[in-house]
């Protein structure tokens, strides 16, 4: 229990670590590729235009990107990878 309770502790304290921008040993973080921008906004239930302003983005880059003209770099994609696993990530951070 001990034990359990020392790797709960330490588990935590790499998490702040992380949440602060240090580097955490043996983490790794797996941004995708590439990703459906289309199918992510399609999850939101959101235009176009509500969606781009959501994520500050120009709803012609939006466009550019679910056309495949264009594609997501740097926080953009990490922003559409965690919006792809909880489409309610933006509501409940910034609301």
């Known amino acids: 229990m001990k034990d359990s309770a020392n790797r709960i502790m330490r588990g935590l304290g790499e998490a702040l670590a992380h949440a602060r921008g240090d580097e955490v040993p043996g983490l790794v973080v797996h941004v995708p590729a590439a990703i459906d921008v289309s199918a992510v906004r399609r999850r939101t239930g959101?235009?176009?235009?509500?969606?781009?302003?959501?994520?500050?983005?120009?709803?012609?880059?939006?466009?550019?990107?679910?056309?495949?003209?264009?594609?997501?770099?740097?926080?953009?994609?990490?922003?559409?990878?965690?919006?792809?696993?909880?489409?309610?990530?933006?509501?409940?951070?910034?609301?």
Do not use: D, H, K
């Open 46 to 95: 959101l235009s176009q235009i509500a969606f781009s302003r959501r994520i500050g983005v120009s709803a012609a880059t939006l466009r550019n990107w679910e056309q495949g003209r264009r594609a997501p770099e740097g926080p953009a994609r990490v922003l559409l990878a965690m919006l792809a696993r909880n489409p309610r990530i933006v509501e409940e951070t910034l609301v």
